[in-house]
């Protein structure tokens, strides 16, 4: 992860394991342009970690992170 500062206790690792391989996606309602990817991070007591991202063919931009508490697998 390239020129990625993070802040606030997040791991790379984890940040780059809900990019790669989330356990659900959602279209960002703002931009269709980009993705929310989220993953359970067992190591932060189950919480689920949201990734915004845009992905090209050869990479991907993370534009923001978040722990979400309110999020949600749609059915």
């Not at 959602?26 to 989220?38: N, T, V």
């Amino acid at each position: 992860m390239r020129g990625f500062a993070c802040r606030s206790g997040t791991s790379t690792t984890w940040i780059e394991s809900a990019a790669r391989n989330p356990d659900w996606t959602e279209p960002e309602p703002k931009d269709r342009a980009l993705q929310r990817r989220f993953k359970s991070v067992p190591e932060a007591q189950g919480r689920i970690l949201r990734v915004v991202c845009a992905e090209t063919e050869t990479t991907i931009r993370i534009i923001s992170v978040m722990f979400d508490r309110n999020a949600r697998r749609k059915s």
